[in-house]
């Protein structure tokens, strides 16, 4: 098993560009995480999809856009990029049991 | 809003000693904590939940919960250079699937 995978690893964008980060996970999780990761704030939760078809906003959720393509696939979109969303980028899934969370490898994204 | 606080160190014990590491949260309703390893450029990874008052061992790992003071905290007995990793606190709320992460402490064990 491969886990949780993201893709890209690494990305620099400039001001106002768009990309899609990509996630993957192949645990048969319903529950999938998108965290943003910032020097000295922890890891904050910018969407959720509790199971295949619901999407639901968490603490940072402005300027990004989800899309829970089927049960395995969750995407984070940027559509106009910002300096302020230089940052490192971690998916996450949950099992049934709500206890563990498996994080994937990180994308770290800089946007000049 | 719900808060997890964490003092943000660094932190730093000679190889053999106990590591402490505490977090406490605002959150009554906060159910369910857990504590996460972080090598730098690396992902969380678990290290273990609680979620009855008291204490929980795994191995060297020590999870202590007091819900009526609101404080969670891990003890790491016989630090290793290994150990040394930021260790983030997390809580959830009743069935939530979101978890309140802590900004984490940085700790450095010193061989």
Known sequence: NAGVTQTPKFQVLKTG?????????????NSMYWYRQDPGMGLRLIY????EGTTDKGEVPNGYNVSRLNKREFSLRLESAAPSQTSVYFCASIGPGLNEQFFGPGTRLTVL | QKEVEQNSGPLSVPEGAIASLNCTYSDRGSQSFFWYRQYSGKSPELIMFIYSNGDKEDGRF???LNKASQYVSLLIRDSQPS?????????????????????????????
């Open chain 1, 17 to 29: 560009q768009s990309m899609t980060l990509q996630c993957a996970q192949d645990m048969n999780h």
């Open chain 1, 48 to 51: 959720y999809s509790a199971s």
């Open chain 2, 62 to 64: 020590t999870a202590q």
């Open chain 2, 83 to 111: 150990d040394s990793a930021t260790y983030l606190c997390a809580a959830r709320s009743g069935s939530a699937r979101q978890l309140t992460f802590g900004s984490g402490t940085q700790l450095t064990v010193l061989p």
